[in-house]
């Protein structure tokens, strides 16, 4: 039996700065879990409080032990106020039409016409975490796109990686979206490996609202192999695509009530699957910071099938204290020696003293297929400058 | 009727009202106000709310008080003010915020829609508590990309500490984990009229320093992809939707964590492949199709150099065979590209 110690240390994070917290919002949480002693964290983050021609923005996480931190985002972005031209500088995330998004040190210029045309180009080195070696050495990629009035867009996107000048990874992407009446939204997108001329990745989603149903139909088809990079061994074994289509709906059944089902089929890698989801959302208050909510799902996938309910609960206790709870009960049909049922369940209380501060504070316990038993206690202290 | 049915029939009806009132249904006398009823009698919006044409972005909010509605009530059926009844104060406090959230003037719109009330005020017509025209209304005439989507501070003071609901924006309604990729391809500016790179990042960097829902484990209502027991069900899960982790992670996550946790073949924990895995052709030798279906998963622990163990049995020659399914096909150069060159290059 594995029992972690139920004990929770105190981080505290603290943000100084010279600029105007009228101009910035900085914000600065410690995390500590008393599962990973070794991994405590503190993540600060700042961006523009409001939008102007030259603003900039930044994440950066500190940990400890195998953890020591990392700059997830640093950019200063630069756009003329009527926004027909947009240019990133730093490290910064670039999601680019239907391709992936891509995590690099490097730039990100954005030209928008007047008639709706908009060209993207971007570059730069990849980002890599605690010197590991990079999958590539550099990227390029842009995007070119043409909005037509308010009911339609249509895009074309292309990133290429190279490694020691060899290409890694080239693929192209097409997005496309459409809202021809207000109550009717559609979009897709599909990406191609260039390097096997092959269908990675499409998606499409057709959505419609009505007074209180929302539904929406949807498909997806993904080939792993194209995902991998194209030096992968792992890549070349063949083109076996998995896929899924089916339909969700939204019901305000009440005003504060919510039923959302979702189910779908599944191919995968041409073996039949499927999987059904009823989530119930029940808002104790017409703001909605009380909830209690009842999920239940079943998942039927060749070798890895199972049966879930998780349910929640939020409540404001006073003004300052607010308590939460979580269960989760999953089933696997086959257990193979893992356990009959898998049990996870989290209580939480948080306490906001000042409209800065905020602290946190649960304890999590669970058992799964590595461990019998497992209690965790998680602790959080936020403070954020510039709050109202 | 007896006692008992009695009994039982006030006890349901205590229940059904005790239900209405957890679900959010409001008892007669709580209603909107009647707009519409006053809008038939031929009252026209100014002749309540005086004032409203020349009204900037500060100053009253032109709400008519009794004293407005006695002016044509001159017999009311009580002292009581008006509003107590009449008009929900949710509708009347919203009146109000939007006063200290927006930037809005009635003097200047008023003249452009030619008095036409209920030409931004659509929602008046059904009786409905909502008054505040939706910001779809507002980009019916502001149809200019730039002014909508780049300019928030034009209309909101500050959009990010409004905390709005995105009710127009119907990425929002359903599944959002699912849905946002599609829809944020063609349109990601209106995504990032809300969300800072921060929230993008959160989830789709290279390093997390903890997921959204990790981080806030507070809030059990957040939609998170590894939410709750998601270490126990991530086998199921990741077999499930092939290449759904390869989205975010790289395929060394998977062996860097096992290793760390010695859960792993390599560091003397147990083989995560069960019997009949392996094999010599003709025998169930199950890893080949597993592979097809989900390489990433091989290349979680069997990638870089662990991919000479695939390499001994399936280089070209070897009793391991062709590794290719029916449906491979490469523009690369056998002989001499990578990954090719490893099983057909020329000094095997």
Known sequence: ?388 | MNRWATVMLVLCAVLAAACAQILGFRPPGHNPFEHRAHVLRGVTCTKCHAGISSAGDEGPLHLPGTAVCRSCHEKPHDDHDCSNCHGLPSTRAAAANARTILRFEHLTHVPRVKGDCVRCHVDIAGGTDVLRPRMATCGSCHQHEAQISTNCDACHVDIRDEGVKPDDHLIHGGNFLREHGVRAAADSQICASCHAERFCVGCHGVTVPALPEKLMFDDPMRAGVHRAGFLARHPEEAKGDPGLCTTCHAPSVCNDCHTKNKLGASTGGKSPHPSGWLGAPGTPNDHGRASWREPELCAGCHGGAGEQLCVGCHKVGAVGGSPHNAAFRSQKRAKTDRPCRMCHGSNL
Do not use: C
């Open chain 1, 1 to 388: 039996m594995r029992h972690a110690v139920a004990g929770a240390a105190l981080l505290a994070g603290s943000v100084t700065s010279s600029v105007s917290s009228a101009q910035y919002r900085l914000r600065a949480d410690a995390y500590f879990s008393a599962a990973d002693p070794s991994s405590g964290l503190l993540v600060l983050s700042g961006e523009a409080h409001k939008p102007s021609w030259l603003t900039a923005e930044t994440v950066v996480w500190l940990g400890t032990g195998d953890h020591p931190g990392d700059v997830m985002v640093a950019s200063v972005r630069a756009r003329d106020p009527s926004g027909y031209i947009d240019a990133r500088l730093g490290r910064m995330l670039v999601t680019a039409g239907a391709i992936r998004p891509v995590h690099i040190d490097g730039g990100d210029v954005k030209v928008r016409a007047p008639w709706g045309t908009t060209l993207e180009v971007f570059g730069g080195i990849p980002v890599v975490s605690n010197f590991q070696p990079r999958d590539y050495d550099w990227a390029v990629g842009g995007r070119v796109a043409q909005r037509f009035g308010e009911v339609a867009s249509l895009g074309l996107s292309y990133v290429q990686m190279r490694e020691t000048g060899v290409v890694t990874h080239e693929e192209m992407g097409i997005d496309a979206a459409m809202q021809p009446a207000r109550w009717l939204d559609a979009a897709a997108t599909a990406a191609v490996d260039l390097q096997t001329l092959a269908l990675s990745d499409a998606r499409i989603s057709l959505a419609s609202r009505f007074s209180k149903v929302r539904l929406e139909l949807f498909a997806v088809e993904r080939s792993p192999s194209h995902l991998l990079p194209a030096t992968s061994l792992f890549s070349a074994l063949g083109d076996v695509p998995s896929g899924r289509a089916g339909g969700s709906i939204l019901w305000h059944a009440a005003p504060r009530l919510d039923v959302y089902g979702e189910g779908a089929g599944e191919s995968l890698a041409a073996e039949p699957g499927a999987e059904a989801l009823l989530r119930t959302t029940l808002r104790l208050d017409d703001r909605g910071l009380g909830a209690l909510g009842l999920e239940l799902r079943r998942e039927s996938t060749p070798g890895a099938s199972w049966s879930g309910v998780r349910g929640t609960a939020r409540v404001p206790l006073s003004r300052l204290f607010a308590a939460s709870t979580e269960l989760e009960l999953v089933a696997p049909d086959d257990p193979r020696g893992r356990g009959v049922v898998w049990p996870w369940g989290l209580v939480a209380l948080r306490f906001r003293p000042f409209p800065t501060w905020e602290a946190a504070s649960a304890f999590e316990a669970s058992a799964s297929p590595t461990a019998v038993s497992s209690l965790t206690g998680l602790v959080r202290l936020s403070y954020v400058l510039g709050a109202k």
